[in-house]
């Protein structure tokens, strides 16, 4: 949905990160039960309208065009523009069998300080849990024009 880097990416297990751009949350990169989230890429959006958002694309198959993506992690192949495919819809980590496509967008995140510029506290989890960045993308998707 918008043009960016690869921030991360976690395939068969591989775990390779972009030096310069953190995602907002370290998911496990393993490829056992603790990866719920399977084979999955984080985006950073370089985009003016949406610059420092990020994108989590999880439960991807282990392909080439995936694979492309993590062996781009810190080369001058990390960028991505809005007809790149990132991924193909798979069902790896806790969606194996029932193949989907599970799509997170964060708020920014301010590398400076080290948290979440915008954030918010989950009502249904511990009390220990720390702030969320994740978002509802539904009030802006839903009055988006189509591309």
Known sequence: ??????????????????AAIKPPWAYPA????????GNYLWLYSTDSRSRGYFVHYCH???DDLLRGMLAGVNTAHDGVDTGT??????????AAGQPQLHVELHYPQDPALGYARRNFTCARCAPTKAPMTAFNPFPSLSKATAR
């Open 85 to 94: 495919p990132v991924g193909t819809m798979g069902e790896t980590g806790n």
């Open 1 to 18: 949905p918008l043009a960016g880097r690869v921030a991360a990416v976690c395939v068969g297990g591989v775990y390779a990160e972009n």
């Open 30 to 37: 393993g490829s056992g039960a603790d990866n719920i989230y």
């Open 60 to 62: 991807l198959q282990d």
